[in-house]
């Protein structure tokens, strides 16, 4: 089931500018994740980041990967007071950054659920440019009260 960008905004916490997922391209709930993330030359960040050489930085991969997870437990829960709660990521492992992404190109997060316990999530991440692994991550994290 695919997620249109108006979507997307009601089900994150974030807001504009720092809203790094455009869609949902596939989900199953308690499982897997797909999202897309369309890359403009006209993202706040490139002037600084570098003025003459345009790259995607990597900590905004890894937080597209984060709020991908995020929706994905948002689409996988029941109506419960959980949905109106903060998530926050504790623990990033095995980060690794194997390419770079410029203005034109299109970020596939791809995100899966290891385990839930309780409040904690714990999840794997891949960041892809066509079918190039351009980031992986594991990724934990709990709600706040």
């Known amino acids: 089931m695919r997620l249109s960008s108006n979507d997307v905004r009601s089900l994150l916490p974030q807001q504009y500018p720092f809203i790094f997922v455009d869609s949902v391209l596939d989900y199953e709930t308690h499982d897997h994740i797909t999202c897309l993330k369309n890359v403009s030359f006209n993202e706040w960040f490139f002037p600084g980041h570098f003025p003459n050489n345009s790259i995607f930085p990597g900590v905004l991969l890894i937080e597209g990967m984060c709020q991908s997870i995020i929706l994905l437990y948002k689409l996988s829960i029941s109506k419960t007071g959980d949905v109106e709660k903060n998530f926050l990521f504790t623990g990033i492992k095995k980060a690794r950054f194997l390419d770079i ?20 999530i714990f999840a794997e991440a891949e960041a892809l440019v066509g079918d190039k692994v351009i980031a992986k991550a594991e990724l934990n994290g709990r709600f706040s009260d």
């Open 101 to 120: 992404v410029k203005p034109g190109d299109q970020v596939i997060y791809k995100c899966k659920f290891v385990k839930i316990i309780e409040q904690a």
